[in-house]
């Protein structure tokens, strides 16, 4: 155990003094001319689009962190990797506009095209290690082999092929359970259901449970007049919510979606008579076109989501909801 923990710290002390800074040397990138992509098996992507090639030069970055070096490009860019003697040859989508680097034992760095690229065109950067002590690689390895996982690889030294696709948007469907709170202090509850990748789309169902409300038998005004005659209340009042919206998303940025959508709802203020018949007081009531929008985040398996709703633009509502994505 003791021999485990002062080899622990003997390389964390290491690795203390290996604090690196990646760096894309400021003017470097530009285009070399006569230097394309002959290579027949790397010549479109995916989208049969041409590839453009960029030789990454490398400084200050050994042999074997070079090959650990990771690259990450915009959603829909498809790249391919050559590793070789002093630099990284990356064939790209042409409409790439920026190149994320990374390695597992120094920093990333990010790195927008300064101008657009063009198919079967060659460009250049250098990469440079900024740290000003370097891993001494070999007393690593003495010191503890199994640090690193060692992955055969067909082929040539000098030259390793690795074919990459940056991951797409995780697609996901979803289901939660909302609770609604409106202008008139009203609550409804309900259910939320849809799917999303880059775009999906989403359905919603919501009531008080209360449906005597939906049909009366007559209406009134905030007087409570009905047909000029003031009739006898019983003082009991009812609220009855109804609606149903659909619509579509897209996200924002990582787990977090915007969406918008319409339906119809109706929201009924009632109240009875000494006869058991309802008044409805249009005030206080809506019926018809509705329109939500809002935005849902989910993080792990947990979705949360916010709305606000409106019905014809006269009541008011925010919607919340919890649930799952899966």
């Known amino acids: 155990m003791k021999k485990l923990l002062l080899l622990l710290m003997a390389f964390m002390g290491l690795a203390c003094n290996a604090i690196a800074q990646l760096e894309v ?26 590839y453009a090639v960029v030789k990454v030069k490398t ?61 079967k065109k060659g460009y250049e950067l250098t990469l440079v290690n900024n740290s000003q002590s370097d891993i001494d690689e070999q007393k690593i390895k003495s010191m503890i082999d199994e640090r690193l996982e060692n992955v055969p690889v067909a082929g040539s030294r000098d030259t390793i092929v690795i074919k990459q696709t940056v991951q797409v948007d995780e697609s996901y469907s979803f289901l939660t359970l909302n609770a609604s709170y409106n202008n008139y202090g009203k609550l409804s ?51 009855s919510s109804l609606s149903a919206t659909a619509g579509v998303m897209f996200k924002i940025v990582g787990g977090l979606a915007f969406r918008v959508g319409a339906g119809y709802g109706i929201r009924n203020f ?42 014809s633009f006269k009541i008011f509502e925010a919607k919340l909801g919890i649930g799952m994505g899966y």
Request: glycine content about 8%; overall charge negative.
């Open 189 to 239: 509850y309900g259910v939320t259901f849809g799917s999303v990748k880059k775009f999906g789309w989403f359905a919603s169902v919501m009531s008080n449970f209360s449906f005597k409300g939906l049909s009366t038998d007559y209406e009134c005004g905030s007087d409570f007049l009905v047909d000029g005659i003031y009739p006898f209340y019983t003082g009991k009042e009812i609220y």
């Open 59 to 119: 400084e200050n970055i050994n042999d074997k962190q070079r090959r650990e070096l990771n690259f990450q490009g915009d959603a829909r860019t498809f790249f391919e990797l050559e590793y070789r003697d002093g630099e990284v040859w990356i064939y790209i989508s042409y409409y790439a506009t920026f190149l994320k680097i990374s390695h597992p034992d120094l920093s990333s760095t990010e790195f927008y095209f300064p101008f657009d690229m063009q198919g």
């Open 25 to 50: 040397k400021p003017g470097s990138f530009k285009e070399v001319p006569g230097f394309v992509n002959l290579d027949l098996d790397k010549q479109t992507d995916d989208n049969d689009q041409p």
């Open 270 to 311: 009632a109240c009875e008579m000494t006869d058991g018949k309802y008044v409805k007081n249009t005030d206080v009531s809506a019926s018809g076109i509705e329109a939500a929008v809002g935005a849902q985040y989910k993080i792990g398996k947990i979705v949360v989501s916010l709305d606000m709703v409106t019905t």
